[in-house]
């Protein structure tokens, strides 16, 4: 066992649980829990059998066996079970042309943002990251009130990589980046231009239609790389709206934020990974 481990099991025990307790942070636990539970029963790097190297060896792969596996597609994890399913198998008989055409048509009748109601099933859901679940009637009030053609006459919605979810075969998966300018209105957050460029990151979207084409489930905005544009890392509405400089005053609406729950759990694990290291040596 590590000999560190009784310490730290202490400190967290006897010190940072208390104080946990006292500011009423109870997921915090996981920060002392887990961290303590790896340093007590698992062995440090030098001593696993897990197939990690230990300090100061390196880990090798034959190029030859690699390449062999890549090239006859039979890579596998170590149990046997391939780590890549067979999409065509799964969506065997779905006519995934009709669906991609069903999505493309749904995005172009209103612009980009689908609010045809006439192309929503009555059981019709939209779910945003933060946004939502809206039903029919909520979501097309809350999308009429957007005006982005008007705010964005150059706006480009980039729609690309379409492709049918062997999950879920009545689904429809895309991603959309999006570009344009602010010369326009966009009440009630920007009654004037601010003449800003919106530069969106990639988000991932998707629709499911049901037997008749109707869209019964929609969902936008999920950022895929937020390092990406000058939105913030934000999807959807808010991250449009940061980016003009229009930014909604709550969390959901601003860019990410380390909590403070966060930099004490990474705190205390860099502090655990430290006493590993140096009781190893």
Not at 49 to 68: C, H, I, K, W, Y
């Amino acid at each position: 066992q590590n000999p560190i481990a009784p310490f730290v099991t202490f400190f967290s025990a006897y010190i940072l649980l208390p104080l946990l307790l006292h500011m009423r942070v109870i997921t915090l636990l996981y920060a002392v829990a887990l961290p303590c539970a790896w340093s007590f029963f698992i062995p440090t790097p030098a001593q696993t059998s897990f197939g990690v190297p230990a300090r100061g060896r390196s880990l090798s792969l034959r190029s030859t066996e690699v390449t062999d596996e890549v090239a006859t597609g039979s890579a596998s994890v170590s149990n046997g079970s391939s780590i890549f399913i067979d999409e065509d198998a799964m969506l065997e008989g779905v006519d995934k042309e009709r669906l991609i055409g069903l999505a493309k048509r749904f995005l172009e009748s209103k612009g980009g943002f689908g609010a045809d109601a006439d192309l929503l099933s009555p059981n019709f859901r939209f779910v945003g990251p933060v946004v939502g679940p809206l039903g029919k009637e909520e979501f097309l009030t809350a999308i009429g009130s957007v005006d982005i053609k008007t705010a964005f006459p150059d706006f480009e919605a980039q729609f690309h990589n379409f492709a049918v979810d062997p999950f879920e075969s009545n689904r429809v998966w895309y991603i959309a980046r999006g570009k344009g300018t602010n010369s326009g209105p966009l009440p009630p957050f920007a009654p004037t231009a601010t003449n800003k460029v919106v530069v969106n990151p990639p988000q991932m979207n998707s629709l499911t239609f049901d037997n008749s084409g109707l869209v019964t489930k929609y969902t936008i905005g999920y950022v895929i790389d937020r390092e990406v544009g000058n939105t913030g890392g934000l999807g959807g509405l808010y991250g449009i709206l940061y980016a003009i400089g229009r930014g909604l005053p709550f969390p959901e609406a601003q860019p990410w934020q380390k909590s403070p729950q966060y930099a004490l759990f990474q705190g205390l694990g860099g502090l655990v990974q430290r006493l590993q290291g140096s009781s190893s040596k």
